[in-house]
């Protein structure tokens, strides 16, 4: 009796520890599954907003995980922004300021140091750094951008061409390589979608879902940049040629490239599909003859719906993914990250593309499915950034953080710890001019309420906004009386962050 009493005590006990361990320990060495796509603009997840885009498998990550309201990158376009992920470093200090150079992969990246921590590494899909991929056990990647039907693949190093949809396709490859991976060890797995990139051209599949859709263009889409010389002055308009009938929207005429042919992949099935679906449009915009901001809005219409059917394979393929990981016992082990290689602009300020400091590009997606242990729920509004994708990635793996890395791990903002202290402001510079869409160099600080740019190099101006009464960036306050202590402030900070982020670069 005395003994099955101890006994029973000790099992109580011992279930107490598992019980409290299990609720409040968060888990160690989590799988991490990295997801992301190519210019995917918050406003066309679900999650964000519901005016456009139905994503049910995106919103899962947000619903049994977090949403960050408060997500920036520090460089607005594809390579630069891709090498700050992997390094945890402004793309000053790792060398990739913009498209044109590629990436020195003998850097320290987080992949390396997980592998050499004992995780296994993969990377599919897009990848779009010149240089081969390092720190990978495996690697299979489109070449530079990619192409949608029946693409290309490198896999470690050997390129053979795919039948079948670009985004479907990358999802095949990352499912294949989770079955086929070392079960005994944690994994660490980048899946990036070349979708949904220019010139978004949709799976033929969802063509005509998205067809007779009409979108609400968005309240600046007519802006006319008063005040902001820099917004006049480029070239990423939907109302100008910038957008290009033909090579953007696959109206069948001659455009200012000429005639880009979008079938040309394409095996017979597809360019049924795709003709039956296009020509018609061709020939309905042949016949309307539109002109001014009918021609405008019937542009933004043809660029919402390529861009959103897009969206929709994406979506589709999340799902697929978060559900193997359901069915096959990770869910609950494994960190889910969604995020894009930065955002982009679905009409704001008449635009498409990326680039600029301001809100649509600057800002990117990330929600995330926390491993068991990780308590936070529901929209997480810190600032943060992707210099602090590496640094969190290492911390979850319990790997040291590099002291050089300039980002922070997000992992006591995930464990719910309220003695956090979190940063006041983030940093950003742009360097990719001239360039075709003649965005200017530019770099600022942002903080929870306002924004400071300076635009440089050909141009000397300076820009304030104030996001709580201007969230969508329309009037420059810079030198406005009422702004000066705002604006002081921010100058002071704008250059602590350089001395900070050791940015000498204009
Ligand atoms: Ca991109």
């Avoid at 990770?330 to 679905?346: C, E, I, K, P």
């Avoid at 992992?411 to 001239?434: M, Q, S």
């Avoid at 406005?480 to 705002?486: C, G, L, R, V």
């Avoid at 704008?494 to 900070?500: K, S, Y």
């Amino acid at each position: 009796m005395k003994i099955s009493g101890i006994l029973l005590i000790v099992l109580l006990a011992s279930f107490v520890i598992v019980g409290c361990s299990t609720k409040e320990e968060p888990m160690q060495r989590p799988n991490i599954l990295f997801i992301m796509s190519d210019d995917h603009g918050y406003q066309a997840i679900s999650s964000y907003n519901k005016e456009l885009i139905n994503t049910p498998n995106l919103d899962r990550i947000a619903d049994e995980g977090v949403i960050f309201s408060n997500s920036f990158v520090g460089n607005s376009i594809c390579a630069p922004s891709r090498a700050t992920m992997l390094t945890g470093k402004h793309t000053h200090i790792n060398g990739q300021i913009d498209n044109s150079v590629s990436f020195d992969g003998s850097q320290v990246t987080f992949p390396k140091l997980l592998q050499a921590a004992g995780y296994q590494t993969a990377l599919i899909g897009k990848w779009h750094l010149r240089s081969d991929p390092t720190g990978f056990d495996y690697w299979n990647i489109v070449p530079g951008q990619g192409q949608y039907y029946n693409p290309d693949f490198i896999e470690m190093g050997e390129k053979k061409r795919f039948e079948g949809y670009v985004t479907d396709i990358t999802t095949d490859f990352a499912l294949d390589w989770l079955d086929k991976r070392d079960k005994e060890k944690p994994f660490c797995l980048l899946l990036h979608n070349k979708a949904p990139h220019r010139t978004w051209e949709p799976d033929t599949l969802y063509l005509d879902e998205f067809k007779d859709k009409v979108y609400p263009a968005p309240e600046n889409f007519f802006d006319n940049y008063e005040g902001r010389q820099a917004a006049a002055e480029q070239h990423l308009s939907i109302r100008a040629t910038d957008m290009d009938v033909n090579y953007d929207l696959k109206l069948n005429i001659k455009g200012r490239f000429g005639l880009v042919d979008h079938t040309r992949r394409m095996n017979e099935k597809q360019r049924e599909r795709w003709n039956k679906h296009y020509q018609p449009i061709t020939k309905d915009f042949l016949k309307r003859n539109l002109e001014g901001d009918d021609l405008y809005l019937w542009k933004y219409q043809r660029y919402m719906r390529d861009y959103l059917a897009c969206i929709r394979s994406v979506d589709e393929n999340a799902g697929r993914v978060l559900d193997y990981l359901e069915e096959n016992g990770l869910a609950d082990n494994t960190l889910v990250v969604y995020t894009s290689d930065q955002g982009f602009y679905l009409g704001e300020h008449g635009w498409f593309d990326k680039r600029f400091m301001y809100e649509e590009s600057f800002r990117t997606p990330l929600l995330m499915r926390l491993p068991k242990g990780y308590n936070r729920k529901g929209e997480i509004s810190e600032l943060v950034q992707n210099i602090d994708y590496a640094p969190t990635f290492l911390d979850f793996a319990g790997v040291e953080i590099p002291p050089e890395i300039q980002g922070k791990s997000l992992k006591p903002i995930l464990i719910d710890d309220k003695n956090t202290k979190w940063r006041d402001a983030i940093y950003y510079h742009y360097y990719e001019f001239p360039n075709e869409h003649a965005v200017k160099k530019h770099y600022g600080v942002r903080t929870q309420r306002y924004k400071l740019i300076h635009f440089y190099n050909d141009i000397d101006v300076w820009e304030l906004y104030d996001l709580e009464k201007d969230p969508t960036e329309m009037h420059n306050v810079f030198g406005q009386p009422e702004y000066a202590e705002a604006q002081q402030k921010l100058e002071t900070r704008l250059a602590e962050l350089r001395v900070e982020y050791d940015d000498d670069t204009e």
